[in-house]
């Protein structure tokens, strides 16, 4: 079951929103999703979450685009079960990158 239900981008990345009564005291007129950048990834049985700290960015989120990644991967023996070669597996994750 979701515990959270988060917007997605074209590109299918979750981002925080900002409520209504927010997004009018920033004055921002950019994307919503650029605002609070975060990255999640998970493998079993990892999750992690990786936020740009906004505040302390000299230069500032709202006069240049940054973006923040992570990738969390767990090194076992493929699923023989499921793959039948480590190329078949890691075809898996092709649209990812």
């Known amino acids: 079951r979701k515990v959270v239900?988060?917007?997605?981008?074209?590109?299918k990345k979750p981002y925080i929103p900002v409520p209504e009564i927010q997004?009018?005291?920033?004055n921002?007129?950019?994307?919503e999703e650029d605002l609070y950048p975060i990255s999640i990834s998970h493998q079993h049985?990892?999750?992690g979450i990786a936020q740009l700290d906004s505040?302390?960015?000299n230069y500032g989120l709202l006069e240049s685009?940054?973006?923040v990644g992570m990738d969390i991967?767990?090194?076992d023996d493929y699923n023989k079960r499921l793959y039948s070669?480590?190329?078949?597996?890691?075809?898996?994750?092709?649209?990812?990158?």
């Open 73 to 75: 991967v767990v090194f």
């Open 55 to 57: 505040m302390n960015v």
């Open 28 to 31: 921002y007129g950019g994307n």
């Open 65 to 67: 685009r940054i973006l």
């Open 5 to 11: 239900d988060l917007p997605r981008t074209q590109h």
């Open 85 to 97: 070669n480590e190329d078949e597996f890691l075809e898996v994750f092709r649209e990812s990158f």
């Open 45 to 47: 049985p990892f999750v």
């Open 23 to 26: 997004r009018s005291k920033l």
